[in-house]
Nanobody
């Protein structure tokens, strides 16, 4: 069973940057689909970005041009580089991974707060 742990969250001023990381206890090679989600207080969880085993990526509209998702299969990690952060980016960010089977893994979340 794969365990995912996020890190890198924190408090940052508007316009600042953060780099989130998702570390897997096992190989992420079996996780052909990985993604970052976020959930703000009082709102439903929403998709931020996805990345497949072959490297193909997709982004939510709010993330395009500001966020970059990447994965390192050898290091069993996935990352989210966030630039030009806005107050509305404040949320709990989650790492998710799925295999070609029905396996579905989630991290515990890391808090990102953008405030002046």
């Amino acid at each position: 069973q794969v365990q995912l742990v996020e890190s890198g969250g924190g408090l940052v001023q508007p316009g600042g940057s953060l780099r989130l990381s998702c570390a897997a206890s096992g190989s992420i090679f079996i996780l052909n689909y990985m993604a970052w989600y976020r959930q703000a207080p009082g709102k439903e969880r929403e998709l931020v970005a996805t990345i497949h085993s072959g490297g193909a990526t997709n982004y939510a509209d709010f993330a395009k041009g500001r966020f970059t998702i990447s994965r390192d299969n050898a290091g069993n990690t996935m990352n989210l580089q966030m630039n030009s952060l806005k107050p509305e980016d404040t949320a709990l960010y989650y790492c998710r991974g799925r295999s070609v089977l029905t396996d579905d893994y989630w991290g515990q979340g890391t808090q990102v707060t953008v405030s002046s």
